[in-house]
């Protein structure tokens, strides 16, 4: 099956990877699903949606300063590394991920599409204010704050510039990825329970498209029907052996 899945990638013109939580897993990040998953422990009323944020933004907050935590010393697995080096190769041409993590920029990618958010990133729940706070530096700072964060423009509070549920994705992103899945004859899906939607709908429109669905995942998913391979395992592991199969793949064509 990955020789097939090799195959079906160097041979692309038009490549486009779409990433969930299982693609972190190996970097240390919880996945939201499943046995050890982030809703075992939390309720995501409680913690993730906008109707939480107003009743208790104190409880909101602690929930995504710990993310923060653990994201911040996470680092790319190989998962993350193939899907830049692809792109390098010019094999790839974007990144649709529902991560909010920031790995995959880490990792090298160039042309990424978050299509929920970056947990780095607050917003002013009054005005335009935005800050990136890794870019800004500020971000060790703003994990030691006890107090609520402030807008500094006008003192408002600050909230996750992440979607909750019950909140629409940003339209921008959303049709840029969906603009790339109609143009798209291959969609590399890693790592994804395709549970939540709309973002679930991008390998579904390179299906109707007349596109090749690959999916890797540790087991099946909403994917998986429509997948033309399926390769099970975990993402860093698998995308690794495939990464070789595809330059031996490229390699051998030369000949």
Not at 56 to 83: E, G, S, T
Not at 89 to 110: C, F, P, S, Y
């Amino acid at each position: 099956m990955i020789e097939e899945a090799a195959k079906i990638i160097a041979h692309s013109r038009f490549l486009i990877a779409f990433t969930g939580a299982g693609v972190s897993a190996e970097s240390g990040i919880p996945t939201f699903r499943g046995r050890g998953g982030l809703w075992e422990n939390y309720r995501i009323e409680e913690v993730a949606t906008p109707e939480a944020f107003r009743r208790d933004p104190n409880l909101v907050w602690a929930f995504y300063k710990m993310r923060m935590k653990i994201m911040k010393d996470a680092k790319p697995n190989n998962a993350h590394l193939v899907l830049a080096e692809l792109e390098k190769m010019g094999i790839l041409r974007a990144v649709i991920t529902q991560n909010i993590d920031n790995l995959h920029k880490e990792a090298g990618n160039q042309h990424i599409v978050e299509l929920h958010g970056d947990i780095y990133r607050v917003k002013c729940t009054r005005c335009d204010y935005m800050e990136d706070l890794l870019e800004s530096g500020k971000l060790e700072d703003f994990l030691k704050e006890k107090n609520l964060p402030k807008c500094p423009e006008c003192a408002s509070l600050l909230r996750p510039d992440v979607v909750w549920f019950g909140e629409p994705l940003p339209q921008e992103a959303l049709q840029k990825a969906f603009k790339l899945a109609e143009r798209a004859d291959v969609c590399l899906v890693v790592g994804t329970s395709a549970q939540v939607f709309p973002a679930a709908y991008v390998p579904y429109t390179v299906k109707d498209n007349g596109g090749s669905v690959i999916e890797v995942n540790t087991k099946e998913s909403g994917i998986t029907p429509i997948a033309d391979v399926f390769l099970r395992g975990k993402a860093g592991e698998v995308m690794q052996s495939l990464l070789v199969k595809v330059k031996r793949y490229l390699e051998s064509e030369k000949c």
